[in-house]
């Protein structure tokens, strides 16, 4: 049975994305509708609705990806701090049903309630070029 999904999509390399790191189980891109420039997603390529289904293998590498990548997000946006979020099921906000793990980068006397908003891809495409030279 094939479901649709948009992170599955992109992880298939059928929808685009803004990639900052990939290997052979895991991908990093940036959300398209960013809380912050840099604001990057890390998902398992295999499909898993949330934590709840993950194997613990599974979960332990996308984590050591987090600290990677969360570790260049910081560096690459100079940011002072970042926080990662993990939401599991609509009461907890989750939006797409395929477990990700948001990194995003924080400043210093920046409001935590900010308005997402669309991002355009070149810019998009910049910030990620920014970020992989830390990878």
Known sequence: ???HCTFCEIARKEKPASC?????????FLDVRPIND?????IPKKHYDNIYK?????VAHLFRVVKKVATAVKKGMNAEGIRIFQNNGRAASQVVFHIHVHILPRYEGQN??????NVCTERLDDVARRIKQFI
């Open 112 to 117: 935590s309630h900010q308005p997402r908003s």
């Open 1 to 3: 049975m094939s479901i």
């Open 54 to 58: 993950i194997p613990d293998e599974e």
């Open 20 to 28: 900052v790191y990939e290997d052979d189980r895991t991908m990093a």
């Open 38 to 42: 840099g604001h990057t997603l890390v």
